[in-house]
């Protein structure tokens, strides 16, 4: 069975800085992975998604994620963060397109000014 | 598409009371998923449905709690009666196919508080 971790449930960064949220999933073969952003108030919204290919995968919002099968890890990126984008991340893994997709706990991202 | 629709957007209600939420998929997905998501819990699946059948109900807390899917259009979780420990907020999602491929595409949530 797939099972997904993001170790980190709080994150603060300043705003201007980079961010990297971290994503561990457990899978035998190579999995879909997602990224999902939940802001206050609001319900989950795809940022990016990996099936196969180029490793690095590019969302909206200017994120990016990289797929790492050697550390098993979908971890997602910012270069410069924005107030706007304090929220919580979720991880999510899927076997295949014929299964359901695991969630991770979340990361929540606090931004300072 | 105008999305995962989901109402009421805030439901208050007194302990006992039935509590109906209702959801409207996308036109064309087959998959249909209930969550509940808390601050002690995160996200929780609930029950699923794969065209209009419900799959897997495991996730539901307790016989309070009911889910049908009438038509490919329509759904609706029920509880009754309502508890405080209920209190939480509610989202519908829905995919084509089971997710692994293409992801979910989740409403607004309702959230219910039980007073």
């Known amino acids: 069975a797939q099972s997904v971790t993001q170790p980190d449930i709080h994150i603060t960064v300043s705003e201007g800085a980079s961010l990297e949220l971290r994503c561990n999933y457990s899978?035998?073969?190579?999995?879909?992975l997602f990224w999902y952003v939940q802001s206050p108030g609001q319900g989950l919204q795809l940022l990016l998604k990996y099936f196969s290919g180029d490793t690095l995968v590019q969302g909206i919002k200017g994120f990016e994620a990289e797929f790492k099968r050697s550390q098993s890890s979908f971890n997602l990126r910012k270069p410069s963060v924005h107030w706007s984008d304090a929220a919580e991340y979720f991880c999510a893994v899927g076997a295949d397109a014929g299964n359901m997709l695991t969630f991770g706990g979340g990361t929540r991202l606090m931004v300072k000014p | 598409d105008a999305g995962v629709i989901q109402s009421p957007r805030h439901e208050v209600t007194e302990m006992g009371q039935e509590v109906t939420l209702r959801c409207k998929p996308i036109s064309g997905h087959d998959y249909l998923f209930w969550y509940r998501q808390t601050m002690m819990r995160g996200l929780e699946l609930l029950i699923y449905f794969n065209n209009n059948v419900p799959i897997d109900d495991s996730g539901m807390p307790e016989d309070r709690f009911s889910a049908k899917m009438p038509n490919a259009s329509f759904s609706t979780l029920k509880i009754q009666p309502s508890e405080p420990r209920d209190s939480a907020v509610y989202f519908c999602?829905?995919?084509?196919?089971?997710?692994?491929?293409?992801?979910?595409?989740f409403g607004s949530g309702t959230r219910l508080t039980v007073v």
């Open positions: 899978y035998g073969a190579t999995p879909y």
């Open positions: 999602a829905s995919s084509r196919g089971a997710g692994g491929g293409r992801g979910y595409t």
